[in-house]
């Protein structure tokens, strides 16, 4: 059954210059009990991120319960062997994620063949008609954003710069795609800069680059890389 948030939550206005804080934790890591993960979110919103960008149905069911009017961006990862797309890539995972409390349903949003023969276009009008949900397309060029976002996506997000086999050798962040596309956007759609974002000086960076807001995860969530990194640098 459709629900929604209230419209204004999800617009550009409400959203300019804001932080939305991806608190996720790779398989197998300590980290990644769900209550670890929905007091991560807690404390991101506490001191002043608007929001929250969650992996798994069961982490958004858990930071919704702890956090009842955070504003969830949910998503679903999972690996098939016949596709590429592992971020919600089929019906069966925006499903789950939407009904989990999510208010933004992330998706794979490349050009790239999706596990099962599904299809982009039909996915997102799926997910319009049956669910109202609201759809953020996670990209890698301006040319799969411009697309999702004429299917119907009302969020964009520079997510996949660099990890897709044609931006393999681009670094995020992705500061190249945010002019084109904010200038080709329609002006009612949410720019969202998304991956390598390592400092508070790249959020106010991508913000100045007319991002309306911008996730940042590993930077300021992600325990188990930093440490690692850590340690990796000093025993060089």
């Known amino acids: ?31 990644r009990q769900c209550e670890v993960i929905a007091a991560m979110a807690e ?26 009017a955070a504003l969830i961006i949910g998503l679903w990862k999972r690996s098939f062997a016949d596709s590429s797309v592992y971020i919600t890539p089929g019906w069966a995972e925006i499903k789950s994620v939407w009904a989990a409390g999510a208010d933004v349903v992330a998706i794979d949003a490349t050009d790239r063949a999706r596990p099962g023969g599904e299809e982009l276009p039909a996915l997102i009008d799926r997910a319009h008609t049956e669910l109202g949900a609201t759809l ?11 697309k999702a ?4 996506c009302a969020w964009v997000g520079t997510t996949l710069y660099g990890y897709t086999q044609e931006t393999a050798t681009c670094l995020p962040p992705a500061w190249d795609l945010l002019a084109p596309l904010r200038a080709a956007l329609p002006e009612e759609a949410v720019l969202i800069c998304e991956g390598g974002l390592a400092t508070a000086g790249d959020a106010r960076r991508a913000n100045r680059q007319r991002a309306d807001a911008v996730v940042v995860g590993t930077a300021i969530t992600g325990v188990d890389l930093q440490v690692a990194a850590y340690v990796k640098t000093m025993a060089g």
């Open 136 to 146: 953020m397309a996670d990209v890698d060029s301006v040319a799969n954003g411009l």
């Open 149 to 152: 976002a004429a299917l119907g």
């Open 43 to 68: 404390a991101s919103l506490t001191n002043g991120a608007i929001g929250v960008r969650l992996e798994s149905p069961e982490h958004i069911g858990a930071v919704r319960r702890r956090c009842p």
């Open 1 to 31: 059954m459709p629900k929604s948030s209230p419209a204004h939550r999800l617009s550009r206005a409400s959203l300019q210059g804001g932080l939305i804080v991806s608190v996720q934790a790779p398989e197998g890591s300590p980290m």
